[in-house]
């Protein structure tokens, strides 16, 4: 399923973009700073960016220039300002669509199409992820660990995904706790920590596969 990532900080148009984009069948994700963006966009991997302009932390230029240094993501800027300067600044550091609030949520869904299309029908990373003895299908929620199937709560699967993504990479504390989006709102990192416990646990002989980097994050530890 195509993920799209609405950085928004007022909740309300936040919310109400969320809701015309999963009636139209995408799925999203949401973050009201520019600091969680740019986390969420790193755990989530998400085929769109929806970027309002004025966000606490770092603002939607500065969290596009970021993202634009590593990434040719597809990105959709939101603003309040119409100042043709913000359009060209906006434009010059490759977000591909401006709209300018206040705006109709259905003309959003479909510029959200229309540049999918022209980024030639760009969709989310395969959701089937194999790293060592682990297959990690996130779209069905379901693991296995040397063809046993693991019962697993969601959370545990989508930490698993973004771990599964680059075994051997070590991913923080702070992205892993950003790939669980809105299912554990208003936790701290200390939930990974707990979630983490419980996969070793159910992983048995295979616990050693969850590599700790003290003082960082965790890794899959897989040859």
Request: proline share 4%; no cysteine.
């Amino acid at each position: 399923m195509t993920t799209i990532l609405i950085v928004e900080d007022e909740a309300r148009l936040a919310q109400i973009l969320e809701d015309y984009l999963r009636r139209e069948g995408f799925q999203t994700e949401r973050a009201a700073t520019g600091t969680r963006a740019l986390q969420l966009w790193r755990a989530a991997r998400p085929a769109l960016m929806l970027l309002d302009l004025m966000l606490p932390e770092l603002d939607g230029l500065e969290v596009a220039r970021r993202v634009r240094a590593e990434s040719d993501l597809p990105i959709i800027m939101l603003t309040a300002r119409d100042e043709e300067v913000d359009r060209l600044v906006g434009l010059g550091i490759g977000a591909d669509d401006y709209v300018v609030k206040p705006y109709s949520p259905r003309e959003v869904v479909a510029r959200v199409k229309a540049v999918l299309r022209r980024a030639g029908g760009q969709i989310s990373p395969p959701s089937v992820l194999h790293a060592g003895p682990l297959r990690v299908d996130a779209a069905s929620y379901q693991v296995q660990l040397d063809g046993q199937a693991l019962d697993l709560t969601a959370a545990e699967v989508r930490l698993l995904a973004l771990l599964a993504r680059e075994p051997g990479a070590v991913r923080t504390r702070a992205e892993l706790l950003a790939a669980l989006g809105g299912l554990e709102r208003g936790t701290d990192e200390r939930t990974v920590d707990a979630h983490v416990k419980n996969l070793r646990r159910k992983f048995g002989a295979g616990e050693g596969l969850l590599d700790t980097v003290r003082g960082v994050g965790y890794r899959l530890k897989v040859t």
